[in-house]
Every structure is written in structure tokens, then in C-alpha cells.
């Protein structure tokens, strides 16, 4: 069974940095592409950052120089480093594991709040 666990949220001053989280089990991180969206109250869920499996990095125009997608192969956990957080990133942010586009799984989402 896949499970995927974000931590790492909370609330943050504007100009503040967080670290999210994301534990898998049941299936490997390293060998799938990885990626974190969020979404905001009454926004559609986007997505903010990606890491496939070769390596490839993808970031939205909107936290590009500020967050920094990692992989950890031995923990078999995904990062995404937060940095100079403003209020327009508050959101429920969700890890997502895609195997194929038929095939892909969430985690339960982690709120962050990033006050002015």
C-alpha cells in the first residue's frame, strides 16, 4: 500500500523559510516523479514543484529562486525548501507520487500559513 506523509508545515512570517516533508512508503521516490502543488481557499490546486526520476527539476514562475525541490534516497523522502515565504503562499501543500498518468497518489496535505 502506498502512503505518502507530508510535516513539515506551520506558520511563518513573511520573509521566513519552512522545510516540507514528504515520506513515502510502499513504493520508491527515487524512481517515480515527485511533486508538490498546494492550494489555496478557493483556488484550484497547482502545481509548485517537481522532481522526476532522472533528476529533472521543474518549478512554477511564482516560487522560482525560492524553493528548491530534493529527493533522499536512503530516506526515501522528497524535501521542498521554502524560502523568503510571502502571504500569497499560504496553502494546503500535498506531495503527489506519479507513476504513470493513470497512476499517481497523494498525501494528506500540510497547512502553511505565512503571515505579513
Do not use: H
Not at 510535516?7 to 510502499?26: F, K, Y
Amino acid at each position: 500500500q502506498v502512503q505518502l506523509v507530508e510535516s513539515g508545515g506551520g506558520l511563518v512570517q513573511a520573509g521566513g523559510s519552512l522545510r516540507l516533508s514528504c515520506a513515502a512508503s510502499g513504493i520508491s521516490a527515487s524512481r517515480n516523479t515527485m511533486g508538490w502543488y498546494r492550494q489555496a481557499p478557493g483556488k484550484q490546486r497547482e502545481l509548485v514543484a517537481q522532481i522526476t526520476r532522472g533528476g529533472s527539476t521543474y518549478y512554477a514562475d511564482s516560487v522560482k529562486g525560492r524553493f528548491t525541490i530534493s529527493t533522499d534516497n536512503a530516506r526515501n523522502t522528497v524535501y521542498l525548501q521554502m524560502n523568503s515565504l510571502n502571504p500569497e503562499d499560504t496553502a494546503v501543500y500535498y506531495c503527489r507520487c506519479t507513476v504513470t498518468s493513470l497512476n499517481f497518489n497523494w498525501g494528506q496535505g500540510t497547512q502553511v500559513t505565512v503571515s505579513s
